[in-house]
């Protein structure tokens, strides 16, 4: 469920996961209309090499980029794993149900849950295990280190062994009235699991489930729990030890994960998760206003107005060029030293439903309609 700044449409799930309409709470109103696309020169080169198809995208997918594959997966529980150079298929499997959240995977296991709440393991595209769980999931599972980690909508923490399904530990901690039912955010950094909770980044030991260190992405204000939900949103930035992440209209922030601490912060709305490597961390605020920052210290590189209202994904940063995507099924290329659009390529005219995930020199997209476009800028 995505959050827009003019109708904030995402759900709010209360501590006993009760489901609050945004909408009801802060009143719709009409979408601001869209920039128009400007005039572009293509300044770069760039194609799209192959094209493969889902069945459609009607959930907060992520796509996995490990090895030489992509592991990507449809509304209707198809999980498929394709050769990252060609798209050829390596293997496919049906999982029986529709999804609300995936695919994480090491490369051999992959993990997706249903909208019955049920975790699937798949090992090269065959069930391994089944696992009902009794909080819904919105974030993909992780896969690593020969466990499964899944991040409720609650926002507590499961571990699994990945050959078995035996539940290793569960971590609840006391937290903020409301979460936001979207993505949020789980990754690794060496051997500690990090994920976020409330506006704070958490080191978590992966083997045990305790709290190694936290680090506040945004320090929320407000007269009441609506106002002050802050919570992380996927993709989360990891480039060497520097982990940035985006708090749900309230600000980017980047953490120091060898030593637990807040690196920077910038107060600024936006709902989508950021972009970046090790000079720049990139986001769109609330009207899509792309910003670049320093991602040493928070400073602003550039901004790009180009893009407003055009309810861009999050971006992604590949060599010289920012990659990012519109509702329209667009994706533009900028140079990520000035913000400049180079390139304009487009796909099936349907939303961009995923972050770009890159791969080599080859960038994947997916689109609403389950259009998956391996791009290649040049």
């Known amino acids: 469920m995505r959050a827009r700044p003019s109708a904030l449409s995402a759900a709010l799930v209360l501590a006993g996961s009760l489901m609050l309409s945004a909408c009801s709470i802060f009143g719709s109103g009409s979408a601001a209309k869209p920039a128009a696309l400007?005039?572009?020169?293509?300044?770069?080169?760039?194609?799209?090499?192959?094209?493969?198809?889902?069945?459609?995208?009607?959930?907060?997918?992520?796509?996995?980029?490990?090895?030489?594959?992509?592991?990507?997966?449809?509304?209707?529980?198809?999980?498929?794993?394709?050769?990252?150079?060609n798209g050829k298929p390596l293997w496919r499997a049906e999982v029986g149900q529709k999804l609300s959240a995936g695919v994480g995977s090491d490369g051999r296991f992959a993990a997706v849950v249903t909208r019955n709440s049920e975790l699937v393991v798949l090992d090269a595209g065959k069930t391994v295990w089944r696992k009902t769980l009794s909080t819904p999931v919105i974030a993909a599972p992780l896969v690593a280190g020969e466990r499964v980690f899944v991040l409720t909508v609650d926002r507590q923490v499961l571990a699994f062994d990945v050959l078995d399904g035996r539940k290793l530990w569960e971590m609840r901690r006391p937290g903020d009235a409301l979460t936001l039912a979207q993505a949020g955010v789980i990754g690794a950094y060496k051997d500690t699991l990090i994920v976020g909770q409330g506006p704070r980044l958490t080191g978590v030991d992966p083997l045990k489930g305790t709290v190694r260190w936290e680090a506040s992405v945004a320090n929320p204000r407000g007269t009441n729990e609506v106002e002050r939900l802050a919570d992380l949103v996927g993709p989360m930035l990891r480039n060497?030890?520097?982990?940035?992440?985006?708090?749900?209209?309230?600000?980017?922030?980047?953490?120091?994960?060898?030593?637990?601490?807040?690196?920077?912060s910038r107060n600024v709305g936006g709902v989508n998760g950021v972009g970046g490597d090790a000079k720049i961390v990139v986001g769109g605020d609330a009207s899509d206003r792309l910003t670049a920052w320093n991602a040493a210290n928070g400073e602003v590189n550039w901004t790009a107005e180009q893009f407003q209202n055009r309810r861009l994904s999050a971006p992604l940063v590949q060599g010289s060029t920012v990659l990012v995507?519109?509702?329209?099924?667009?994706?533009?290329?900028?140079?990520?030293?000035?913000?400049?659009?180079?390139?304009?390529?487009?796909?099936?005219?349907?939303?961009?439903?995923?972050?770009?995930?890159?791969?080599?020199?080859?960038?994947?997209?997916?689109?609403?309609?389950?259009?998956?476009?391996?791009?290649?800028?040049?």
């Open 38 to 85: 400007e005039q572009v020169t293509p300044a770069i080169a760039g194609r799209v090499v192959w094209e493969a198809r889902l069945d459609s995208v009607q959930f907060p997918l992520s796509i996995a980029a490990v090895g030489e594959q992509f592991v990507v997966a449809g509304s209707d529980g198809v999980v498929s794993a394709l050769q990252a150079s």
């Open 325 to 378: 995507g519109d509702f329209e099924g667009y994706v533009h290329f900028l140079n990520r030293e000035t913000g400049k659009t180079q390139l304009r390529l487009s796909t099936d005219g349907s939303a961009i439903a995923a972050a770009p995930v890159a791969l080599g020199t080859t960038v994947l997209v997916a689109t609403r309609k389950g259009g998956l476009f391996a791009l290649r800028p040049e």
């Open 240 to 264: 060497g030890d520097l982990l940035c992440a985006r708090a749900f209209q309230s600000a980017v922030g980047c953490v120091n994960a060898e030593r637990g601490v807040a690196q920077w």
